[in-house]
């Protein structure tokens, strides 16, 4: 019986790396070479009688495992997602991985390589990807589907959000309360979590519009990949580090807390009642979010609601058709169809005398 021929062989017909042989004999999207040897690549493995391995791809709805790639997840807006996403998956008999990036690019890029290369039936990303021009090459492969304020033309279906608009919201409730200077807290805003620049955007536009006589004064901390990975409170610790630190500064500044999300909410809400003030007697704290201990009765916050869950639902529900070939390929699907909410509490009340 005939042996059968090997990428190793088609290396040492070449003189090229298996490694090199079986990208270009694999097609990958991510990655090129001359044309003279992606030619001689084919031709040896034409003449040497070459066929794929068994680890052939299956078909996409054969595959029926689905990686979702977030920031972090110590945040309940990224749990939640992938909460809902596991839940809706189970129903249809999928599977969930998840892959955490702590916003660097370069572990995105890695992980989209990894995915395209294996028998993942699809993709959702929790965030909008850094990695675009790899996301849409990997997308001639896989179902995509983004879960982010969509910016501009992409190969990859989206669920829609709407941070900008949930930003405005926020300043509208507090200017109608009748505040008119405020301080907005987060951590850096960049473009590896854009949502939080959406959300700062549409406060500071808003309040330009509404309240042009007011002030919104954006204060961030910086925190390392390291510290982002390993220290599952930060975010709540730096919203009291920023808060506590402009209270000992300039306390008189400022009558309300705009806070980029919940958790740093939550740290506002610490560094107030260990400095004696009261919420919303002294100062007024709102987030963005609407997590589950903002409507606990300790804590009361008011925030804005963004239906993850629900988007979570849908962006399985669009992956789950093109798995399953019900969308054709070139239909490129956007739903934006769930707004923002504001969800108002007592931690926000007119400013004080």
């Not at 008119?180 to 854009?194: D, F, N």
């Not at 700062?200 to 919104?216: H, M, N, Q, S, Y």
């Not at 054709?328 to 956007?334: G, Q, S």
Request: charged share 20%.
């Amino acid at each position: 019986m005939s042996r059968r021929v090997t990428l190793a062989d088609v290396s040492r017909k070449t003189g090229l790396s298996q490694a090199t042989v079986s990208m270009i004999l694999a097609r990958r999207p991510d990655v090129s070479f001359a044309e003279e040897t992606v030619r001689l690549v084919r031709a040896a493995a034409e003449e040497l009688g070459y066929t794929a391995a068994t680890r052939r791809r299956a078909t996409l709805f054969a595959r029926r495992t689905v990686m979702v790639v977030c920031p972090f997840i110590r945040n309940y807006y990224y749990s939640t997602v992938v909460q809902a996403l596991q839940s809706e998956a189970a129903g249809m008999e999928c599977n969930v991985l998840v892959y955490t990036t702590y916003g660097n690019a370069g572990e995105e890029a890695r992980i989209l390589r990894v995915m395209a290369e294996s028998d993942v039936g699809g993709v959702i990303f929790a965030m909008m990807p850094q990695s675009r021009p790899l996301v849409r090459k990997i997308a001639r492969l896989l179902p995509i589907v983004i879960m982010a304020d969509r910016e501009g033309e992409s190969a990859a279906e989206f669920v829609e959000l709407h941070n900008h608009a949930a930003g405005s919201l926020v300043a509208r409730h507090l200017a109608a309360l009748g505040h008119r200077r405020i301080i907005c807290i987060s951590t850096p805003l960049s473009s590896a979590i854009p949502v939080r620049v959406k959300r700062f955007e549409g406060l500071r536009d808003t309040w330009a519009e509404i309240c042009p006589e007011g002030k919104v004064t954006l204060f961030t901390s910086f925190a390392s990949q390291a510290q982002a990975r390993d220290n599952i409170l930060l975010e709540r610790h730096l919203g009291r580090k920023i808060t506590a630190a402009v209270l000992e500064s300039e306390p008189d500044s400022f009558t309300a807390v705009a806070a980029v999300n919940d958790m740093m909410a939550y740290g506002a809400l610490d560094a107030l009642a260990a400095a004696g003030y009261s919420v919303p007697g002294d100062y007024s704290v709102c987030g963005c979010d609407n997590d589950f201990p903002s409507d606990l009765v300790g804590v009361s916050l008011t925030s804005v609601e963004h239906s993850m869950a629900q988007n979570a639902q849908e962006a399985f529900r669009l992956l789950y058709r093109r798995m399953s070939g019900e969308t054709d390929a070139t239909e490129i699907a956007v739903r934006r169809n769930i707004q923002p909410e504001l969800v108002p509490r007592a931690s926000t009340a007119a400013p004080r005398a």
